[in-house]
């Protein structure tokens, strides 16, 4: 059986629905500006809360680059990985967390909100992102309602 990183996460609209609405949940809980589930290949999954000021789709593959380095770090510390990483700004504040999928929620909330009250809005909704997205993982492309685009027939003009 193939290990959950070696299959692809297929995409339904019952599934994004589902994370966007727990996303804009938390959000709206935690106070946050926004939160982002990014792939572990550094591809925006979803978003949710104010993120026309960002630049998301760079902000999710420095989100992943910064994983991927602190994973290094992790090893010449003896450790397996590190599961956050918390970086404090003037004004605003990220907060990233590994999923056990290995794809990255990336919270941006302003500091008059503190960390531990991220932190644990967090820890109540990482176990069901984790689980639709276990959900995506495990479907096959085949059975994605998304049916692949098909070429138009030709008009019978252009056939002679």
């Known amino acids: 059986m193939a290990t959950k990183s070696s299959k692809h996460l297929v995409l339904t609209e019952e599934g994004i629905r589902g994370i966007n609405n727990t996303l804009g ?3 709206l809980d935690s ?11 550094g591809q925006m999954i979803a978003a949710q ?8 789709m760079s902000i999710s593959a420095l989100i992943t680059g910064s994983f ?3 994973k290094a770090i992790a090893t010449l510390l003896g450790e397996a990985e590190f599961k956050t990483m918390f970086q404090q700004g003037h004004s605003s504040s990220i907060y990233m967390v590994a999923l056990s999928s290995q794809d990255v929620l990336g919270v941006i909330f302003p500091n008059q909100i503190t960390v531990g009250r991220i932190k644990y809005k967090l820890d109540q909704v990482v176990p069901t992102v984790d689980q639709q997205l276990q959900v995506m993982y495990q479907q096959s492309p085949t059975t994605s ?7 138009p027939a030709p008009k019978i003009n252009d056939l002679f």
């Open 25 to 27: 949940n938390f959000v």
């Open 68 to 70: 991927n380095s602190t």
């Open 31 to 41: 106070g946050a500006k926004a939160i982002l589930l990014i792939d572990k290949s």
């Open 49 to 56: 809360g104010e993120t026309s000021s960002f630049d998301t």
């Open 145 to 151: 309602p998304i049916r692949p685009a098909q070429a």
